[in-house]
């Protein structure tokens, strides 16, 4: 008996330590030798509405502008990640295979297209190429640089985070409005709900908010998002991310007054496995 009791306390302190456990290193990165199967669906209905005055309903009339408007889109996007091993230089090769695009998206981005790049173990990779799409070498570049600003979105500073706590990050939003462009900040706070079985579970709280922006008009928005993250401790990557939001929007011209109303929903699904790549 006296044996088994240093092992029994060596369990009852592992076992404690475990579930006690209250504090996450969040950062978002890719890791070398691993596959990852994502998911992404997003869909959006946009409701606008103009008024004017009788001498100009013809001209609004004229251009469709007349009662509301409602316009849906929406994609589904599955892709595959694949990042090789480490190199000499401690930067790993990176392929990204669009598998199925449909909706909107899927006249822009045909199945089997292939994005090529690297990346390191604490940075969002940099890609450089990309085959199997019909875009000439100008669209090419603006198509990686699109895919670019997806990962610097979903970049965070490395940080701990405990049981309970909040951090924020702002994301800028530019609405474009005939010749105009209205800017927003979207801020984003995320609250540490839950640990268990090596996932962190997050609550997401969004509010839109007006940045500046240069018109003589008058114009104002609000908007306002909720959502959830479940992230993968060990692989520092997001399993599940979906978030709702919605926005107004209203501008008076010395012409019409603009009113604009937007329903989106975002969810992202990912599963890691380990990759190796077998060389000849």
């Known amino acids: 008996m006296k044996t088994l ?13 475990a579930w006690a456990q209250d504090e996450v290193d969040f950062r978002v990165q890719f890791k070398p030798d691993r596959k990852y199967s994502q998911i ?72 089997g297209t292939m994005l090529y790049g690297s990346a390191t173990a604490g940075t969002m990779p940099s890609l450089d190429s990309v085959t199997g799409t019909s875009f000439d070498e100008k669209n090419q570049k603006l198509f990686l640089k699109t895919i670019q600003s997806v990962f610097s979105q979903i970049s965070y500073p490395a940080r701990k985070v405990k049981l309970g706590e909040s951090f924020s990050r702002e994301i800028p939003l530019s609405i474009p409005i005939g010749e105009m462009k209205m800017d927003m900040i979207i801020t984003t706070t995320y609250k540490l709900t839950k640990i268990k079985n090596g996932v962190a579970h997050f609550d997401i709280s969004q509010v839109y908010s007006m940045a500046a922006t240069i018109t003589k008009y008058k114009v104002t928005a609000t908007g306002k998002g909720k959502g959830f993250v479940d992230y993968d401790i060990a692989n520092n990557f997001y399993l599940h991310y979906s978030v709702n939001s919605s926005m107004s929007m209203s501008m008076k011209t010395d012409v019409f007054d603009l009113s604009l109303k937007s329903i989106s929903t975002s969810d992202q699904k990912a599963q890691i496995i380990p990759f190796k790549v077998v060389k000849d």
Not at 5 to 17: Q, R, V, Y
């Open 40 to 111: 992404v669906s997003q869909t959006n209905e946009m409701r606008t509405s103009y008024t004017a005055p009788k001498m100009y309903m013809e001209k609004l009339k004229e251009k469709g502008l007349l009662g509301n408007k409602v316009k849906k889109t929406g994609s589904t996007m599955t892709s595959v990640v694949k990042t090789g091993s480490l190199g000499d230089s401690a930067r790993f090769p990176l392929t990204i295979e669009f598998t199925h695009v449909s909706g909107d998206r899927a006249k822009y981005i045909p199945d």
């Open 5 to 17: 009791a240093p092992l029994l306390l060596l369990l009852t302190f592992l076992s404690t330590a």
